[in-house]
């Protein structure tokens, strides 16, 4: 094929990808200084005021119909459900067009993203068998994409497109492991009431996509019903931000070859309306410019919309907040750095994912059921396992949901906090000693 030998970034949905690493990555700068703030204000001498703020309760109504919930739960059920939300939305993504789109495309990466989920999940539950924080087991699961891809931007273009793309495709599944863990794993006592009043909106929302709704304003007030129907369930309010996400219509009406030509066809009857010193378009411009409006309403597609437009809100503006609210931890004498929770999510992080993604790919490949990318080698895989360490921000989410005792919370703060700063430096420096490693073994085999 002509295209075989086309540079990997000029392949048709390349760019797409490329914009969201740009924009994960530089989000990941402003996550990690508000992972700093927090950690100093509650540390310092206004630390009163840091659990204060979060604490404060925020009440949202009306009449009888109240939430009244401390500004921490907001945060967590709320602003949260919408970063849940856009993962749902990069995950029907990715499963509909990009790396998962098909069975060997997504292979490697599943195969590398269980590995990473299974291998740090059994070393903490064998290191807390038994004791108090043996509900954390799910801690060390997550791996935080904005950090590191933030970490891989660092290496600028030693660093192939190839590579983000897997590591943000492993990323991607690694999400969906996560919200299920929490679905089935880390939910509260259900009120079936409220559950079947959801799931009926989400019959409700799934239907509006068959019969071809695509007006986000549908989906976004039934989205909030669906909200507030598994907030009150018990069932965790996050996981309904992924449901939405896979009732949002994703498929274009029209591809890109017929928008061209029906784009080309009304410009050029634009034109022939033209007249000089014309004050305002004729009324048939103006159907004209209905036309080629509608034309762009059926190459786009809500779900690529409701994410572009809300990509920005989560990166520079969900993300930190929550890290914000989250990360504080005070470093006192009350907590106990050698604790089997801080350890078990420390190994779990730095050692599980290194063994778990690099085992689970290298066997995926030697059994024929994946193969790596053009330009990768494993030294690049390896450095990319080290980058899975980085836990941060699902990690932070589960830990809340897994420990209701302040004090194994900071114990697994401080282990995430750590797993998560090693792993970055540790993977940097793997990947930066692995410049040109692909290319020298892709040419080597050639």
């Known amino acids: 094929m002509a295209s075989a030998n086309r540079p990997l970034e000029r392949l048709p949905l390349v760019k797409p990808i490329q914009d969201f690493i740009r924009l994960e990555s530089s989000g990941g700068i402003l996550l990690l200084a508000c992972a ?33 919930k401390p500004l921490l739960l907001w945060i967590n059920d709320g602003l949260m459900a919408i970063f849940f939300f856009v993962v749902g939305l990069e995950i029907k993504r990715e499963f509909l067009i990009g790396e998962l789109s098909s069975a060997k495309k997504a292979s490697l990466a599943l195969a590398a993203a269980v590995g990473g989920m299974i291998v740090p999940a059994a070393i903490y539950a064998i290191m807390n068998l038994g004791g108090s924080g043996s509900d954390g087991w799910g801690i060390p699961m997550a791996t935080d994409i904005a950090f590191a891809l933030g970490v891989l931007a660092l290496l600028g273009k030693r660093a192939p497109l190839a590579l983000k793309v897997f590591l943000t495709a492993l990323a991607i599944v690694d999400d969906l492991g996560a919200v299920l863990v929490i679905a089935i794993f880390y939910t509260a006592k259900i009120k079936m009431g409220f559950l079947l009043f959801g799931a009926a909106t989400l019959v409700v929302l799934a239907i509006g996509n068959r019969l071809g709704i695509r007006r986000t304003s549908f989906y976004v007030v039934l989205g909030v019903v669906l909200w507030v129907a598994f907030l009150k369930s018990g069932v965790h309010a996050t996981v309904a931000g992924v449901l939405l996400a896979l009732t949002v219509p994703a498929r274009r009406l029209i591809d890109a070859s017929e928008f061209l030509d029906r784009g080309r ?173 692909g290319s020298q073994t892709n040419e080597a085999a050639a």
């Not at 509650?42 to 925020?58: E, H, K, Q, T, V």
């Not at 509608?294 to 520079?316: N, S």
């Open 36 to 68: 700093v703030i927090a950690i100093v204000w509650a540390n310092s001498p206004a630390a009163g005021s840091y659990f204060d703020l979060w604490g404060s309760i925020m009440t949202v109504g009306l009449g009888d119909y109240v939430l009244s």
């Open 265 to 437: 066809s009304l410009m050029d009857r634009f034109s022939l309306n033209m007249r000089e010193g014309m004050a305002r378009p004729s009324s048939d411009q103006v159907n004209t410019l209905h036309a080629l409006e509608d034309a762009v309403e059926k190459l786009d597609t809500p779900a690529y919309r409701m994410e572009h437009a809300l990509h920005g809100w989560v990166a520079y503006f969900i993300m930190p907040v929550f890290a914000l609210a989250n990360a504080g931890v005070a470093l006192g004498g009350g907590v106990n750095f050698g604790s089997p929770v801080t350890l078990g999510i420390i190994a779990g992080l730095f050692l599980g994912k290194q063994i778990g993604v690099t085992l689970f790919a290298w066997l995926s490949v030697k059994l024929g059921i994946a193969e790596l990318p053009q330009g990768v080698a494993w030294r690049q895989v390896y450095g990319v396992s080290l980058l899975c360490g980085i836990g941060f921000t699902m990690s932070l989410f589960i830990a809340n949901l897994a420990f209701s005792e302040a004090a194994l919370l900071d114990e697994a703060k401080i282990g995430i906090l750590a797993a998560s700063v090693v792993s970055g430096i540790a993977g940097w420096i793997a990947l930066s000693r692995t410049a040109g490693a």
